[in-house]
């Protein structure tokens, strides 16, 4: 499977909710795995590359109930009647206010994970570009 992951963000001003559009695409020859997907934040901008870099993180998966809004496409490749290839392609939109873990000078990201349930060693399969909260 290949996964490719895109986050864009805004802030009409400082303190501001965040405007939060995430998207996921994966390729699979069966269309039976799929990541462990989380928005997180860390205190630096350095990309996390396991679970334990980011200071807190919330399920994002799309049938997660954080998101506004959610759309999803599957293209099916076929070969003698069966599937032999499947893209799934989803965009997740959020406004998130800033509370107490999503706040001014944290580096918000868009990231997945191999394992259904990762724990603080688990590496990150995926990761977007940040986006620093203002």
Request: net charge negative; charged share 15%.
């Amino acid at each position: 499977m290949t996964v490719a992951v895109a986050q864009s963000a805004s802030q009409a001003a400082a303190g501001a909710p965040i405007i939060l559009n995430d998207s996921f695409t994966s390729t699979d020859a069966f269309g039976d795995s799929f990541p462990a997907m989380r928005i997180g934040v860390t205190t630096t901008s350095a990309t996390p590359t396991v679970l334990s870099d980011l200071a807190h993180t919330d399920a994002a998966g799309p049938e997660a109930a954080l998101w506004d809004s959610v759309s999803q496409t599957e293209t099916d490749g076929w070969g003698a009647s069966v599937v032999t290839q499947s893209v799934y392609s989803r965009r997740c939109q959020l406004i998130k206010r800033l509370d107490s873990n999503y706040v001014a000078g944290r580096y918000l990201w868009f990231v997945g994970f191999a394992s259904g349930s990762p724990s603080a060693g688990d590496a990150v399969t995926a990761v977007s570009r940040s986006y620093l909260i203002r």
